[in-house]
């Protein structure tokens, strides 16, 4: 386990009161054909409730999991632990089979929690396309996510919010939304990203937090060695996409440079039905950009 991880594991040891309910973890392992250069699914540990049917090649020899929970959601007291590790010169893509939900929360349970550990091997790529996270009335959610990527690796990772079930009218009803992630390159922290929303006590429509919009998202694009003039190019490309996707008022995009080797994109939306595509485009566009070659969308399954 990295450092990054032990130090999440602490924050989120920290954050815990009250009852558990469900402790999983889920390790996946991927490593490389050298005979035809396919990235496979190379050993895997899964507790319930989160599971992998298996993973699916893609015609570029990519690797395709969904993350399943069989719950339906994450319950409160419910404990979730991830590492997925990326084998040297591999090439993975995961996404998920919808929405993950975050359900009420009982007072006699602790938070619910979820730590993330990715490990991305030399020259590796991994694309983590998720759908949206949405928090139920009253849910109480913490996560922590550290990335480590080596030479050459590279990575595509976003993550969307929703303010609820907004088909029910059900919006910023949640108590308590956390989420930190760290991302680090070649030892070196390159991003952290902090969000904290507590809408009971907290006006989540102040211009410090989401303004008017009801959705946020975050983009990361991350290639580890890529010369200075290729990520001024792919921003300066990027830039022109996201003012093409821009309409003030209903949703704004914006995308500036990390310290070192990537790139961050963010959104803020009114309405969730604009976010995924615009995520769509920004990765086909970035791809292209950074490797030559097109992204291609997750079939989805059941």
Excluded at 240 to 255: D, F, K, M, N, P
Aim: one cysteine or more.
């Amino acid at each position: 386990m990295t450092a990054t991880a032990k130090e999440a594991l602490r924050e989120i040891d920290l954050g815990i009161s009250g009852q558990s309910r469900v402790p999983a973890s889920m390790r996946l392992d991927f490593s490389r054909d050298a005979a035809t250069g396919s990235t496979f699914l190379a050993g895997s540990y899964q507790e319930p409730p989160l599971k992998v049917v298996r993973a699916f090649s893609l015609e570029d020899g990519t690797a395709l999991v969904h993350l399943h929970n069989v719950s339906g959601g994450l319950l409160g007291g419910d404990h979730l632990a991830l590492q997925i590790n990326i084998g040297c010169r591999t090439s993975v893509q995961v996404t998920t089979t919808g929405a993950t939900r975050i359900y009420h929360h009982r007072p006699e349970f602790s938070l619910t929690t979820q730590c993330n550990e990715v490990v991305v091997g030399e020259g590796a790529l991994l694309e983590y396309v998720p759908d949206a996270v949405i928090p139920f009335a009253g849910a109480r959610f913490l996560q922590r996510t550290s990335i480590d990527l080596a030479d050459g690796a590279g990575m595509f990772w976003w993550e969307i919010l929703a303010p609820g079930r907004e088909a029910r009218g059900e919006l910023f009803e949640y108590e308590h939304f956390e989420m930190k992630t760290r991302v680090a390159a070649l030892g070196r922290r390159i991003a952290t990203e902090n969000i904290c929303l507590r809408p009971a006590d907290q006006d989540v429509s102040s211009l410090a937090r989401l303004g008017p919009y009801r959705y946020a998202a975050t983009f990361y694009m991350c290639r580890v060695g890529l010369e200075a003039s290729a990520w001024r190019a792919c921003e300066d490309h990027l830039r022109e996409v996201t003012s093409s996707l821009t309409r003030t008022g209903e949703i704004l995009w914006g995308v500036s440079s990390l310290v070192a080797h990537g790139l961050v994109v963010r959104c803020l939306s009114r309405r969730g039905r604009e976010v995924l595509p615009g995520l769509h485009t920004l990765w086909r566009r970035a791809k292209l950009q950074l490797y030559g070659r097109e992204a291609i969308p997750p079939r989805k399954v059941n």
